[in-house]
């Protein structure tokens, strides 16, 4: 977060999501711990919260009652119907993944959202992106490829037009825009943070005049708006996230096309 090198303003940028190795290596780095950490999490905090259960709940048990419904009955029943209940620890292990994650720009000690490193995303769309697939083979047997690449009530003689369209908007795009929307969101976010923190901080003790100091000021005051403002949008990120996840889904297992 220092802005200064040898005297003069390096403006933040893609450098900044990039990290060394860890403990001599080249692939453990911040956001792979990040990720690992985030993962182990999820598991101990939705162990904890199925532990000692109440007729009449605490406030750690109404928190994580609240979340769950939130997920199994806002995303999971009403997206997926009545074939919800295969799904539901899925969605609201996702959920809470990708929240965390995006959420560790955001806490301290991290300050880096995971999922603005393109890697971590293209991850978790993999898993998606297999789960949606087999839930179709599944429901529909050899048959899904038929249901996701010729919608009923189309002639033969378009199918050399229609089966392409349909192959790339269900096995290429969908992942790809899943992925891309969540990591430039994350990246856009942070970078602005960093902008704010790198600039002000130069401005309020380097620059020279009244003016630049106060806007310096300025600025690292308005980057803890912002950072309540990616607060908010981390968490709407992981929510779109795992609304199309359900999306998908549904349309792998649904009868019609």
Known sequence: MIPMEGGGYTS???????????FG?????KPM???VIAAIAVLVIWWLASRR??????????LMEYLYEFIRNGVGRDILGPGFRPYIGLLVGLFTYILLNNWFGEFFLFMFPTMSNIGYSWGAVAM????YVYAGFRAHGPGYLRKALIPEGVPWYLYPI????EFLSNFITRPLTLGVRLFANMFAGHLTILVFVVGGTYLLTQADGIVLKIGGGFSLLFS??????ELFIGFLQA???TILTAQYISSSISESH
């Open 128 to 131: 998606v992106f297999v789960v």
């Open 33 to 35: 711990l990040q990720a």
């Open 162 to 165: 229609i089966v392409p369209v």
């Open 25 to 29: 290596t080249d692939w453990i780095t």
């Open 53 to 62: 259960l109440s007729t009449v709940p605490n406030k750690r048990q109404f």
């Open 12 to 22: 933040p940028g893609v450098e900044d999501f990039q990290f060394p190795g860890l």
């Open 239 to 241: 929510y779109i996230f």
């Open 224 to 229: 803890f708006v912002m950072l309540g403002f």
